[in-house]
């Protein structure tokens, strides 16, 4: 009987290792898939890094797409299934600090142009208004012909925007003018 359930015990273990899926990257403690479903497509992860500011570490992200690829503006203007995954990883991120620094990002991926995406951009800053605690996750997943589906742990919070919304928000992290260089070059896979 006991060699029967330890043998049983290690088979569901060994299913359960089975189906959960690869981690591809560790990154400061964070494991990112090396897979991505969005859309009935597979995506794969092409790279990610630690968003840093002032010697502290805020975050993760990470960068999805169909084919492998290094070059952040053909990226940005790919309609094609793509995400973006956003793992907090310091409890210094507040709501109105993520509200302004991504507003900074839209204001840099746009050189300052908003006024074609600006009700997207405030929508978009409205998920951020929920309390953000370390350990949360967001990811950014664009559906063409639906727009940029924002979920926070798993959970749908809307789907906002189109193309040019999507180029602008990938933007924040692929454009000239990223949030962090070596994140961008992380994301890319370049490093």
């Known amino acids: 009987m006991k ?6 015990f290690a088979s569901l273990l060994l299913t359960a290792a089975l189906s959960a899926p690869a981690t ?3 990154v400061e403690g964070v494991d990112l898939p090396d897979t991505y479903s969005a859309m009935d497509t597979e995506l794969k992860l092409n790279g990610a890094g630690t968003r840093s500011k002032w010697f502290m570490d805020l975050y ?3 960068l999805y797409v169909p084919k492998t690829i290094s ?13 973006i995954t956003l793992h907090i990883i310091s409890g210094m ?19 300052g142009d908003l006024s074609a995406i600006q009700n997207d951009v405030d929508t978009f800053l409205d998920v951020f208004s ?44 692929l454009s000239d003018e990223p949030a962090q260089e070596d994140l961008k070059e992380k994301m890319l896979g370049q490093r």
């Open 130 to 173: 929920e309390e953000i605690k370390d350990g949360d996750a967001f990811d950014l997943v664009y559906l063409p012909g639906e727009g940029v589906r924002v979920l926070k742990n798993g959970e749908a919070r809307g789907t906002i925007g189109d193309l040019e919304f999507k180029k602008a928000l990938f933007g924040i992290w």
């Open 24 to 26: 591809a990257l560790t």
């Open 93 to 111: 991120i507040t709501s109105d600090k993520m509200k302004s620094a991504t507003m900074e990002g839209f204001e840099n991926s746009t050189d």
């Open 3 to 8: 060699k029967a359930l330890s043998t049983g």
């Open 60 to 62: 993760i992200g990470g």
């Open 71 to 83: 070059d952040g503006q053909a990226i940005i203007n790919a309609d094609e299934p793509q995400a």
